[in-house]
């Protein structure tokens, strides 16, 4: 059972089979389900989850998957079946349409290990259904490598692709650009809506992270600049072997 | 027939079925072949075409497939059979082993138009022979565009697998890794022998690319500090509409 602010989400969904019926009402929803999945941007995850706070309802699992932790779990105090969790899947497609049975399959799935039970177990058991490997996480140490791992992608994929729209209008710039270029402007599809909500809690955070990796586009320019060929080889090893062990301990992840 | 400076990648493509048989020396080879292409790294490629120039062999097809024209304009010259070309394809694994009899399928792959007949018309025909679009660009055009199309993916890909080295001992740096960390640091994983001598020809363009992508995230930087969301909403619309330019034009290199 489900519902969505956008009735087109709702027939959607109903049409793919992912939901077998449309609530009437979001408090139709609310009331009578035994487990509640609030996949929301992130400020609606927050409003929704204090309302719920307010008025617990009587689900046995209120569960997120934004991609923060810290202010949902600030949202959801005082509700007891809440678990915080962020599924590390998902592309830059969203709606019905880019449902996926596969999606969450042999992903990490994170949640909250501070939550309470019966829901902390009852969550774990729904992820896992999903084929994902449910991995605790705590909110303060997910929240503050996030930015790195989830956000920061997001934001250079939008700059390549920013960069490469100034020069789309060469009829031969398309053309030049092959499979490298298309998996490095991927995430740049993503739908702001998502964005929004997470920059505006997290700008500080991401900020930092961006300017970290322009410093080391600077240093690598100045290599580039004065043809240190032996930095530059060190470089292509340094990243080949964070690349390495990324596959390693992320095997779910590994391009297709 | 092939041959290759390691008997081991010979070795391997004969057991791939990529050859029929492997040339007994590199001269063998040369002499032998009606078709020459050239698959070297760029340093070797230009070495090799100085000497073919030199001694000017039977083929009446020589052709490359490095990622700079103009080098490699210069070093043939003198020799009327040979054709600069450059396939938009590839990924970041080499030798036997990743070969893909379908990675070419539906890819750009680029040839001089200004190379003398018939050698022109030949490799028109074998590239489309691998299932490849043939598309005419000039070598100055062609280098102007590679630097950003290209060489600059490449570089911020090795940059962000940098900084995210930096944080993998923490146990769940790795396990908040998701997709979009994977496409964005695939590249990262290429062969430092392809890219040497790329950047020791191209360094100074690449270096300007990699200047401008960093001023640009300095710029996403301050509007995510300043929660500028009405910058970022925009900045995000552009990017949008490149990726969609993108896949319009370049229909094969939608994400898999």
């Known amino acids: 059972m489900g ?28 009331t009578d389900c035994a487990s509640l999945a609030l996949a929301l941007p992130l400020p609606a995850t927050l409003a929704l989850l204090r309302s719920l706070a307010a008025r617990p309802p009587a689900a046995t699992l209120v569960f997120d998957v934004a991609s923060l932790k810290l202010p949902v779990l600030e949202a959801a105090a005082g509700l007891p079946a809440f678990v915080g969790t962020h599924p590390i899947a998902g592309s830059e497609r969203s709606g019905p349409a880019a449902a996926d049975a596969a999606l969450f399959r042999d992903r990490v799935w994170t949640y909250e290990p501070a939550a309470a039970e019966p829901a902390r177990s009852a969550a774990v ?25 989830s956000h920061l992608p997001q934001v250079v994929s939008t700059a390549l692709a920013v960069r490469l729209g100034r020069e789309l209008d060469e009829p031969e710039a398309a053309a030049l650009c092959g499979p490298g270029m298309a998996s490095m402007t991927r995430l740049a599809g993503s739908s702001w809506l998502m964005w929004d909500g997470i920059f505006a809690q997290n700008g500080q955070a991401v900020a930092q992270e961006v300017r970290s990796l322009a410093h080391i586009l600077s240093e690598a320019a100045e290599a580039l600049e004065s043809g240190r060929a032996e930095w530059l080889e060190r470089w292509f090893a340094q990243a080949a072997r964070a690349v390495a062990r990324l596959n390693q301990n992320a095997p779910g992840n590994e391009p297709r």
């Open 125 to 149: 058991a729904l992820i896992a259904a999903t084929g994902a490997r449910p991995v605790p996480v705590a909110a303060a140490e997910h929240d503050r490598l996030i930015a790195l791992t």
């Open 3 to 30: 519902w969505d602010a956008d009735p087109a989400n709702l027939a959607g969904a109903l049409e793919r089979g992912a939901l077998d019926r449309a609530g009437g009402s979001l408090d139709d929803v609310l």
